[in-house]
T-cell receptor, first 114, second 118 residues
Framework: EAQVTQNPRYLITVTGKKLTVTCSQNMNHEYMSWYRQDPGLGLRQIYYSMNVEVTDKGDVPEGYKVSRKEKRNFPLILESPSPNQTSLYFC?????????????FGPGTRLTVL | AQTVTQSQPEMSVQEAETVTLSCTYDTSESDYYLFWYKQPPSRQMILVIRQEAYKQQNATENRFSVNFQKAAKSFSLKISDSQLGDAAMYFCAYRRSVNGGSNYKLTFGKGTLLTVNP
């Protein structure tokens, strides 16, 4: 089944404790991205990747890192999480990122930083 | 920068009735894509319908249809014969048609929470 998976689905952590949220897709998509969803703000893009080793900042990249060492994986790294990073995170992928592509979303990761 | 506005934070509809969710957007471009996504309580983001700006014909997917008014920059979603399973948060989103990494992001509105009453 074609899908985007994220792990963990739920995470409660404390300020400053490094964490990684994994994202994997099995559709051989080149384009992947991360969004965060906050009440009253909709979804906002954090980082995106056009292909292996090609990543760039989205609209709200502060406090996050990403890597793209393999085509299928695009982990989101929070090296020193803070409470303002408490949010719902979505990974998304599409074949090439082109305008005509449909983006497929993962199931979301609910992160709470205490 | 493009912006997407959903002016109805919450809407409700009776089962089997029709409801329309509003979305307006701001752009200086002539070609772009518009989307409606559904987010049920499971939080999964599900694509409902998409519209390409250069196509004048309104998109339709079963009970879901849009009213795309390009000059007014309006993109409303009509749900006919509403069902209990339609209850969800609905997001309107915009994407540029220009190629290039930063152009591929979706710009979302804040969402409209739809309640379906039995």
């Amino acid at each position: 089944e074609a899908q985007v998976t994220q792990n963990p689905r739920y995470l409660i952590t404390v300020t400053g404790k490094k964490l990684t949220v994994t994202c994997s897709q099995n559709m051989n998509h080149e384009y992947m991205s991360w969004y965060r969803q906050d009440p009253g703000l909709g979804l906002r893009q954090i980082y995106y990747s056009m292909n292996v080793e090609v990543t760039d900042k989205g609209d709200v990249p502060e406090g996050y890192k990403v890597s793209r060492k393999e085509k299928r994986n695009f982990p989101l790294i929070l090296e020193s999480p803070s409470p303002n990073q408490t949010s719902l995170y979505f990974c998304a992928s599409s074949p090439y990122g082109g305008a005509e592509d449909t983006q497929y979303f993962g199931p979301g990761t609910r992160l709470t930083v205490l | 920068a493009q912006t997407v506005t959903q002016s109805q934070p919450e809407m409700s509809v009776q089962e089997a009735e029709t409801v329309t969710l509003s979305c307006t957007y701001d752009t200086s471009e002539s070609d772009y894509y518009l989307f409606w996504y559904k987010q049920p309580p499971s939080r999964q983001m599900i694509l409902v319908i998409r519209q390409e700006a250069y196509k004048q014909q309104n998109a339709t997917e079963n009970r879901f249809s849009v009213n795309f008014q390009k000059a007014a920059k309006s993109f409303s979603l009509k749900i006919s014969d509403s069902q209990l399973g339609d209850a969800a948060m609905y997001f309107c989103a915009y994407r540029r048609s220009v190629n290039g990494g930063s152009n591929y992001k979706l710009t979302f509105g804040k969402g409209t929470l739809l309640t379906v009453n039995p």
